[in-house]
Nanobody, 122 residues
Framework: QVQLVESGGGLVQAGGSLRLSCAASVRTFSTYTMGWFRQAPGKEREFVGT???????YYADSVKGRFTISRDNAKNTVYLQMNSLIPEDTAVYYC????????????????WGQGTQVTVSS
């Protein structure tokens, strides 16, 4: 059974930074694509970015240049470094795992974490 556990969320002022982590309990973690999504109150869950097993990274336009995804296969962990945060980044952030190439849709992912809250104050 696959488990994903996010951590690192919190309250930060606009312009600040946070780093989210997602630890995966899955065999052969290095063969999977990992993704980050977020969901703001009253809105649909939206794609943030993804990193493939080979390290290929793809971001949503809304976070490009501010957010960075990385992974440490030795630790079965994927990270989301968020810089220059703005209030519109406030959401619950989820990590997810996929066996697809460049998955950007919710239906492309097989397992999800429970989410971690990020709140950006103005």
């Amino acid at each position: 059974q696959v488990q994903l556990v996010e951590s690192g969320g919190g309250l930060v002022q606009a312009g600040g930074s946070l780093r989210l982590s997602c630890a995966a309990s899955v065999r052969t973690f290095s063969t999977y694509t990992m993704g980050w999504f977020r969901q703001a109150p009253g809105k649909e869950r939206e794609f943030v970015g993804t990193i493939s097993w080979s390290g290929e990274i793809y971001y949503a336009d809304s976070v490009k240049g501010r957010f960075t995804i990385s992974r440490d296969n030795a630790k079965n962990t994927v990270y989301l470094q968020m810089n220059s945060l703005i209030p519109e980044d406030t959401a619950v952030y989820y990590c997810a795992i996929s066996s697809k190439y460049r998955p950007t849709l919710r239906k492309d992912y097989d397992y999800w974490g429970q989410g971690t809250q990020v709140t950006v104050s103005s």
